[in-house]
């Protein structure tokens, strides 16, 4: 049967190719048959690619239909010329006196944006409330269908991370007329990038949920008595929309993923496999013959108003407060859906069970958080832990390998192993870094056959950190006698309660100048890698120099400008008893090297 429409809506060429049959009203007039009147609210920005889309699906039907198209007021689009809205589309203010037998409502490209903030909100509430009283039958497509569930029933809907693109399967989750003669397993596209989890619907008693998936979230649902269908994918499509939206955001440059399940083998070189035609069509079909045409009253003023009912938390707080809102449900006939809050407050310091539960997911979002930060310190401990013994044997190995070298391993092996028990155990930066000197100390007095004389026991420090140099002069006279052989591990000492404490990088020539002092020797040598206090850095200027003769002020100096060669600090314990030093050069040791004194 015919679809009544506005003369010149579509050209003739078009109405061929798409088969669908049209009648002008005033040949429909004559006619002695109530047309089924459709009110088609269309929210897409492509409009006229849409009255075509819709149109076809209406045409595969045995009733006369009359169409009213209808646009937002309060928004203009870009997409559509103001000729053909004015000329073709009515706005809500013009058609909110009339009665439909059906409507359909569709979807719009503004799925991430919170409804709220949509130019046209306020707007498509009043249809939407207008669908309840109104309209006997009322088809809402994808975002729309998403947009009426939050409307009439608080269920949100939840941003995807990818888009929901492609041609999805759904096997058939209950009976219900709208989906009569389906297969058990269909197909529908679907475009967008929000869902609504099929739970939040099941807990709706009076929708039911008729196909869903992982993928999709809810796909198609209807209240019970068919009033509101919530289909959320597009069975209107023509062949190459997915095709065309795929390209269009390439050009673009998106992140947009090939449609699933639609071309073959999902190459995009490949055709297009249709498989949801046929579905579409008997699912239009089946709507307008058994959800409308069957069930709408003959008089379009004798459709009775959907009834939805929404108590609030300060209805619903407590056993009497339920007790009475039934009493309230109980007295009225057209109570058909009951919509309700969480218990509210039920006095001034009570607090709403929302905000109690809002809490409670908040701790263990926190608590997930702080798990996720525990898991991720443990993997860093992990990985930590596994770099400190790496390093612990290859130091080891290095201290091994020398004693090997000196034969001196059997004599030493205990002592190497006790230190690096200490190391494993030890929190101490101080006594963990000194280790170096301590066991190249150990090792040194055993290839010597020198007495090995702990710095820990020889260099103490004050409490407030600072050397304590009449102590550590006292002990050194102490334990090193006037010809005894020792080796001294530099660079660091002990407080008051036996803690090791080191001195800065480089305090080893400090250890040195503070046992030169105390035992007022007549020269302290000090053996480095280069021949004496040089000029210029050797290794950055083949040119540098020994200096075979500094003061003590011209030795500071040098070390002000950056020279390594020697600790500053450790110039004044040599210099206040006017103690020579020598720096000389390990590699070769026939050479004077550079002599400093005043």
Known sequence: MPLIIPKNLIGDEVLRQEKIFTMEEDRANSQDIRP???AIVNLMPKKEETE??????LTNSALQIKIDLIRMNSYEGKNTSKKHLEKFYKTYDEIKNNKYDAMIVTGAPVETLPYEDIKYW????????FAKTNVFSTMFICWSAQAALYYYYGIKSHVTREKIFGVYEFNVQRDNKILKGFDDYFYV??????LVKPNDVKKIKDIDLLAYSDETGVALAATKDNRFIFSFGHWEYDNDTLEKEYLRDLSKGLKINIPK???????PQKEIRVRWRSAGNLFFSNWLNYCVYQETPFYLKDIQKKKVSKFGGSSLSDAYKFSKVKEIINSKEDSDVIVVSAPGKRSAEDIKVTDDLIEISKLKSEIKELELIIKKLEKEVSVKSKNINNSLEKVKKRFEDIALDLEVEDDFKDELRKTFDEIKISNSRDFIVSRGEFLNAKLMSLYLDYDFVDAGD???FKSSGELDTKKSAELIRKNIEKGKKVVIPGFYGSDDKGNIKTFERGGSDFTGSIVASALNSEVYENWTDVDGVMSDDPNKNSKAKSFS???YDELDEIIKAGAGVYQRDAIKPVRDKNIKIKVLNTNNPKFKGTEICD
């Not at 075509?52 to 699906?57: C, D, G, K, N, S």
């Not at 399940?261 to 190459?267: C, E, F, L, P």
């Open 122 to 129: 306020d707007e498509l509430k009043n249809i939407l409330d």
């Open 549 to 551: 003769h500094l003061t």
């Open 52 to 57: 075509v889309q819709i149109l076809r699906m």
């Open 261 to 267: 399940n639609y071309y073959v083998d999902d190459d």
């Open 189 to 194: 596209p679907h475009s967008r990038h929000s």
């Open 458 to 460: 020889l260099i103490k």
């Open 36 to 38: 089924i009147r459709i």
